[in-house]
C-alpha cells in the first residue's frame, strides 16, 4: 500500500515563506494528479494545488495563485508546495494526495480524484 508522507509545515509570519514535501513510499510515476488540500477547523477540505501527468499542468485555488508554486519530481515522487507571501488565512492542515486509480475525471483539484492521502501537516501563519 502506497503511503504519502509531508515534511515541512510549521509556523511562519504573515509575508514568509514555508515549503511542504510529500514523499510516496513507492515509485508513483504513474499518477494522474498529484495535489495539496488544506482543511481549517470547521471547513471544509479544500484542493490548494495539484499538477496533473507528472508535471505537465499545474492547477491552483484562487486564493493562492501567484502565491503558490508546485512541482513534482518523478525521480522519486515527490511533490512540492512552496508557498510564498503566506497570509493568516493560510492556516490550516496540509494534505498531500494522489490519484492512483486513474478512473473518473473529477479536476486535479478535487477531493474525489484522490484515492491516497498523507496523514496531513499543520501550517500556522502569525500576524
Known amino acids: 500500500q502506497v503511503q504519502l508522507v509531508e515534511s515541512g509545515g510549521g509556523s511562519a509570519q504573515a509575508g514568509g515563506s514555508l515549503r511542504l514535501s510529500c514523499t510516496a513510499s513507492v515509485y508513483i510515476g504513474g499518477s494522474r494528479c498529484m495535489g495539496w488540500f488544506r482543511q481549517a477547523p470547521g471547513k471544509e477540505r479544500e484542493g490548494v494545488a495539484g499538477i496533473y501527468n507528472g508535471g505537465d499542468i499545474p492547477y491552483y485555488a484562487d486564493s493562492v495563485k501567484d502565491r503558490f508554486i508546485i512541482s513534482q519530481v518523478n525521480a522519486n515522487s515527490t511533490v512540492y508546495l512552496q508557498m510564498n507571501d503566506l497570509k493568516p488565512e493560510d492556516s490550516a492542515t496540509y494534505y498531500c494526495?494522489?490519484?492512483?486509480?486513474?478512473?473518473?475525471?473529477?479536476?486535479?483539484?478535487?477531493?474525489?480524484?484522490?484515492?491516497?492521502w498523507g496523514q496531513g501537516i499543520q501550517v500556522t501563519v502569525s500576524s
Open positions: 494526495a494522489a490519484d492512483l486509480r486513474r478512473g473518473a475525471w473529477y479536476g486535479c483539484l478535487s477531493v474525489p480524484q484522490y484515492t491516497t
